[in-house]
């Protein structure tokens, strides 16, 4: 509580938004910062959450009803850009920095605990509406749809124009949400949400983006910078992100935003020239640890990514890799692999040609799926040869003064530091409830991960002010240690004593639906009634 009112201000921050934009008529900063606590301490259900509040010294939520909780998530959602603006301004003074020259993205999925994905219930996002009229605006302005697509109340008229319109709205996959898709927890048979984090080199939120689950990462990727850049005006910045963003499109794009750019490189995909200069040992520069030579890297300047138009072929900065440790793993990794086709080959097991995994070792004779007839030798030794190779592409933003840039022997340093942000994935999910999510509208929705990712910040920013002090403690540490601090006051004449105890029982269970005074009249009534 003391980080949210006295460090980041996020009391002043929601009692402004509760007095000038909102017509909530109950304390807006009480609920939101209680479910925001919760997620830290012991997240739930907003239901169970609204069951939990007499638990805590000084009734924070005393007398707000269950549906305002409810009603948060909307003025949540309404508000989440203004909120993490003021949210960056205030980390930013804690940390004593103007702004962030790294910015680590990445992209996860959440699944939904229900049978059915939103275009299955009909059930369209909350916004759809909205964002569907300002399409159509632009497109009328831009000269995409002229006055003909209309008819005289405004309605778009069927014609070539106007299926080509719905067309690119339906690619753009703004009308539902909920959707199945390719999933980071191999859920593939419920609905997902797709979310992109953006975080700073110590690991506290930037902003995020939520996409539907059947949303392409790549294409998403070009809609989070944008908006980044229109909200936060970064540029000069180097975005890092993982092998999975990394198109000629999506380094063309960062280039036009005034960003650099720093991402893993296929080795597989190199062209026959570059995959020659990375197993000649000339050239490479040693890595010593200990007195030893755990690893080296390569650096080759000018080389070009090639995209699927000429126009988007990219130079950059290309730095090879090898690493003994890594050469162990992908070895490891390859005999797994083999036993695995060799046990899938006597269960007659049927794989797709192209297929990724272990199943890219499998022999077949057919172009279509067909039974394993055994492990694909050239495929197999192909893969052995690239154990413990890597390769990142490299680019300092345009116009940025070169001292800026980040020196050759750190660049795949900088890259590991992307674990930050899968670390604040595993956080979110494992730690503060982020998934399975209990809310199912769109708007409901993205406040829930406003909240997880306003209690990640302050989680993360507690962390960080620990290392500073010089008691350094993980984050799940940092948990166990505020659930232990329970305690319950008794007060003896004038005086009041602190005892240590275990967690209240939740004394609204059944009663959700009553105010404060008819649930202490029903507990009085309870109280005097013989214990059978």
């Known amino acids: 509580k003391k980080i949210w009112d006295d460090h980041l201000h996020l009391n002043r921050k929601f009692k402004d938004i509760q007095h000038r934009q909102t017509k909530a008529k109950f304390d807006l900063n009480a609920v939101v910062s209680y479910l925001c606590f919760l997620k830290i301490l012991d997240p739930h259900s907003v239901f169970y959450s609204f069951g939990d509040q ?30 993490m603006r003021f949210f960056n301004r205030s980390i930013n003074n804690q940390l004593g920095k103007t702004k962030a020259t790294l910015i680590f993205y ?85 609905p997902l949400t797709s979310i992109a984090l953006v975080i700073n080199e110590e690991g506290i939120p930037i902003d995020f983006y939520v996409y539907a689950g059947n949303a392409s990462e790549f294409k998403t990727m070009a809609a989070s910078i944008e908006s980044l850049k229109q909200k936060y005006n970064v540029k000069e910045s180097i975005v890092v992100a993982d092998r999975g963003l990394n198109s000629a499109a999506n ?25 020659k ?15 030893e030579q755990v690893a080296r890297f390569k650096v080759v300047k000018d080389w070009t990514k090639k995209g699927k138009r000429k126009a988007e072929d990219t130079k950059c900065t290309l730095v090879l890799t090898f690493d003994k440790k890594r050469q162990k793993r992908d070895l490891a990794v390859l005999e797994v692999w083999k036993q695995l086709v060799l046990k899938k080959q006597s269960q007659g097991v049927k794989v797709k040609p192209k297929s990724s995994g272990w199943a890219s070792i499998a022999k077949t004779s057919e172009k279509t799926e067909a039974r394993i007839e055994g492990i694909d030798e050239e495929t197999f030794e192909a893969k052995r040869r690239l154990a413990g190779y890597a390769a990142l592409v490299y680019k300092n933003a345009p116009n940025c003064q070169e001292t800026n840039a980040v020196p050759n022997g750190r660049l795949a340093a900088t890259y590991h530091e992307l674990n930050q942000i899968e670390s604040c994935f595993r956080i979110m999910k494992s730690h503060l409830g982020l998934r399975p999510m209990y809310v199912r509208n769109s708007n409901h929705i993205k406040g829930h991960i406003l909240i997880c990712v306003i209690a990640l910040g302050i989680l993360k920013l ?15 540490e ?23 105890c275990s967690r209240p029982q939740n004394i609204r269970k059944g009663l959700e639906g009553l105010n404060q005074e008819e649930l202490k009249a029903e507990l009085a009534e309870r109280r005097k009634q013989p214990n059978q």
């Not at 638990?55 to 909120?83: C, N, R």
């Not at 380094?251 to 020239?273: E, I, P, R, T, W």
């Not at 200069?277 to 007195?291: L, N, S």
Request: hydrophobic residues 35%.
């Open 277 to 291: 200069a990375m197993f000649d040992p000339e050239g490479y520069v040693p890595i010593i640890k200990q007195g």
């Open 251 to 275: 380094l063309k794009m960062l280039q036009s935003n005034d960003l650099g750019f720093l991402m893993a490189q296929k080795v597989s995909n190199l062209d026959q020239k570059t995959t």
């Open 106 to 190: 990445d992209v996860t999925n959440v699944y939904f605990e229900t049978a059915l994905t939103d275009l299955e219930c009909g059930r369209q996002q909350m916004d759809f509406q909205d964002r569907l009229q300002e399409e159509v605006q632009l497109a009328y302005e831009n000269g995409e749809l002229d006055a003909a697509c209309f008819d005289k109340e405004g309605r778009l008229v069927p014609s070539q124009k106007t299926d080509d319109f719905i067309k690119k709205i339906q690619a753009q996959k703004i009308e539902y949400l909920r959707m199945r898709g390719p999933s980071k927890e191999h859920r593939f048979d419920l």
């Open 54 to 83: 007499d638990g805590f010294l000084g009734a924070p939520v005393q007398g707000i009803g269950l549906d305002s909780y409810y009603d948060s998530y909307d003025y949540l959602f309404e508000h989440k850009d203004s909120i």
């Open 462 to 476: 507690l962390q960080w002010k620990l290392n500073k002090s010089g008691t350094p403690l993980t984050i799940p």
């Open 478 to 500: 940092i948990i166990r240690a505020l659930n232990s601090a329970t305690t319950v006051p008794i007060k003896s004449g004038d005086e009041l004593m602190f005892l240590q």
